[in-house]
């Protein structure tokens, strides 16, 4: 619970900073519609956390996320192919595919269509992950918001496959 809230603080400290500095850069020429970077906090089915985007080309990003979980630590990380949705600017579908390593602890844990788990001692996770989703830059503002699925197949607990959803909330720069 204490990381938890050493996170949280974390978080928001390093977003009044980058908004601040964004704030003073809006004059520098960096469009609506793109950003080279972001960074923010991402809730999902599993876990929830901390995220960072890196766009690589105008379509195609790295995404990494830290998630905390109950009792546990998952890293993700994610290849995305992105591209205009609906004709809007702003507007991105966005799709691709990863993998996740982590580890929890003892106790009982929900899955996403409801059956629980018990993991009898400290476990390792590890799997492939998908994601398919829309993210939303809002225009003269250093902020995206997405709305995505996370379909995954964890290997290292005996084979399942989940789907949750995640809901992101970021800063660009």
């Known amino acids: 619970m204490m990381m938890k809230k ?15 500095r964004q704030a003073m850069a809006q004059t520098s020429g960096q469009t609506a ?17 901390i995220s960072g985007k890196y766009f690589m080309q ?5 995404e990494g996320i830290l998630g905390f979980r109950k009792h546990g630590l998952v890293v993700t990380g994610l290849w995305e192919k992105h591209q205009t949705a609906f004709n809007v600017p702003e507007l991105k ?3 691709g595919g990863g993998a996740h390593i982590g580890a929890v ?3 009982y844990y929900k899955r996403f269509n409801g059956d ?20 939303y830059i809002i225009p003269n503002a250093p902020i ?3 709305l995505d699925l996370n379909p995954r197949v964890e290997l290292a ?15 660009t720069f």
């Open 6 to 20: 050493a996170t949280l603080i974390f978080a928001m400290a390093a977003f009044a900073i980058l908004f601040t």
């Open 33 to 49: 519609t793109s950003y080279p970077y972001a960074l923010g906090l991402k809730f999902g089915g599993y876990e929830n956390g």
């Open 58 to 62: 105008s379509d195609v990003a790295l």
């Open 93 to 95: 579908f966005y799709y």
């Open 105 to 107: 602890g003892s106790g």
């Open 116 to 135: 629980e788990d018990y993991y009898d001692s400290s476990s390792i996770l590890l799997g492939a992950d998908g994601v398919l989703g829309l993210e």
């Open 144 to 146: 995206a918001v997405s």
């Open 157 to 171: 607990r005996g084979t399942f496959f989940d789907i949750a959803p995640g809901l992101g909330l970021k800063y």
